[in-house]
């Protein structure tokens, strides 16, 4: 029988960002900035490059992973390798769908009237 324990533990961390995720929404205060008043929170862009670099971190992990399993890097599992595949595959798929809605937002702006 197949161990489920890396599964299951991505899937927890998921969840545990998911929460995090939830009650920073519930905390953050809904107000406009003031001119002048500095955040020390990260920008908008500064936000989706850490993102960008994070998904291409773990394309590289996978790639990295990848080929030391086809050398037979008796180190490197192919579960670790597939696990590591699926991690780099659903970020960038999240990422894409992120992308997509940030364009059909920017349309919808474009498309307002003055």
Sequence with gaps: MIERADINSVLEQMR???SQ???????????MPVAGV????????????GAVDK??????????????FERGDPGVDLHQVMI??????????AMTQVRNRMVSAYEDVMKMPI
């Excluded at 995720?21 to 107000?31: L, V």
């Excluded at 500095?38 to 490059?49: I, N, S, V």
């Excluded at 998904?55 to 030391?68: D, F, P, W």
């Excluded at 590591?84 to 798929?93: G, I, L, P, R, T």
């Design 16 to 18: 545990a960002m998911k």
């Design 84 to 93: 590591s595949m699926e991690k780099a595959s659903v970020s960038f798929q």
């Design 55 to 68: 998904v291409n971190g773990m394309q590289k992990e996978a790639k990295a992973l990848s080929t030391s």
């Design 38 to 49: 500095t955040d020390d929170a990260p920008g908008f862009g500064e936000m989706l490059k």
């Design 21 to 31: 995720a939830q009650q920073g929404m519930q905390q953050a205060p809904m107000a």
